[in-house]
């Protein structure tokens, strides 16, 4: 085996939190870090693909949290970028419900089952919040445990009970990020894609030629599975063989990936780490993308998004058309998630097209085209995401968040799912990468003063015994952790007769 390479910090995925980790860290001084990425690409789960004629996002789509009176700084990014972005308008979604004969269900009877479930969600959140320690597992296993009244049942129910709970919380109980940032949402609609503005972070401190990233701290491909870690450092390998050394790592891989086994730990990450991983939720959310010869759905105001009323709950529900953002692409998405999502992952394209287009026959009627193209994003069965993002409960208990992003020992845990306030989202991702540089920023200042006294404990009774004194490597020295110092002490002028370097 070669000598490792080694560096200060290596940062593990290159995601928007790692990019942002990476950055801050150089914005510091501290730019011998290397970042290794599994797939062939920057990005994570922002990923736009070329579908139709368009670009359409994969991952994140939309800039979430716009409008109030803190800006959210995702927003901020994309602002400088002059990422082209749209207004979503979900409110009128509620209204234009599609029952499977393809009629609308009438307003009145909308906004009344609307209503219902707006109530019991808040009555059993209440209930919850005054009684945190009711097991929530001994109510039925259905997703609409909320409806602790009376469970929802009638496909109108269900579907308004699967767009409340997998969509729009934020109208049953505040979320952090409409509080703070505001109550609107943006489709980001730009050919660039979202992924631009992780390219423009990149670009600030990375090498680039042509407009590719060609810095060499920049490492694709490169899977790691182990992290072998000690009191003095952290040996990093890759499923290709190669061996890096860091002082620390910056894990920033997903909450989903962290349940695997795809990295191992040596020793073994504690109990209280791993229980608090293995207690966080993952969403599984997938928008498939359909495309058409021509237009079949309503346009204009209030009908960007649409909902099929199914007696299964989540079956090819909630639906959107592309004409606001990208006018006459003639696209369609369907979003699906968790159980609905794996099933559809776990099948063909064709499969989910010929769903899809009896869907759409119940309520457009059987003269529509077939789709001419499908694509289903496979975010569940990607062994480098295993799923969407982290699912926190809304009243969540604070002791699981600060054990999924506390440190242990050198290896330092970043990523959406240890934001305590905005996990799920792309900004909780951007700001938890800036919160965990900002603290190994901290830890590596506080290990340099501790090396300091040490260097001074250990000098001053060397200078009393030989009276000269060199360090052979003082850099090397001043980099190293405090137990591997005195292999580094070479004595000067050696008339003692003792060996040349002490140890
Ligand atoms: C379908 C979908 C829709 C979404 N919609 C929105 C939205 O509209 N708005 C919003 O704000 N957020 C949305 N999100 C969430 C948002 O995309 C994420 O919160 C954010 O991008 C996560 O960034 P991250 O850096 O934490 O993780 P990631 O982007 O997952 O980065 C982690 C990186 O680690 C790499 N990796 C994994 N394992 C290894 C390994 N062993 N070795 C090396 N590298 C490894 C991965 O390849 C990845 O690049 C959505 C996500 C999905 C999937």
Known sequence: MENPTRCSVVIVGAGISGITAAKVLAENGVDDVLILEAADRIGGRIRKEHFGGVTVELGAGWIAGVGGKQSNPVWELARQSNLRTCFSDYSNARYNIYDRSGKIFPSGVAADSYQKAVESAIQKLRKQESNPDVDDSLLPETPSKIFICRAPKTPIELAIDFILHDFEMAEVEPISTYVDFGEREFLVADERGYEHLLHKMAETFLVTSDGEISDARLKLNKVVGELQHSRNGVLVKTEDGCVYEANYVILSVSIGVLQTHLISFSPPLPRWKTEAISNCDIMVYTKVFLKFPHKFWPCGPGKEFFIYAHERRGYYTFWQHMENAYPGSNILVVTLTNGESKRIEAQSDHE????????????????????TDILVPRWWNNRFQRGSYSNYPIYVNRQLVDDIKAPVGRIFFTGEHTSEKFSGYVHGAYLSG?????????EMRTEKERRIENQSFLIEPLFALTGSLTLAQPDAVSNLPKCDMPRQLFLHNNNLGVPEAIL
């Open 352 to 371: 989910t097209k010929k769903e899809a287009m009896e869907v759409l026959r119940n309520m457009f009627g059987h003269d529509i085209p077939d789709a």
């Open 434 to 442: 800036i919160e965990t540089s900002t603290a190994l920023l901290e």
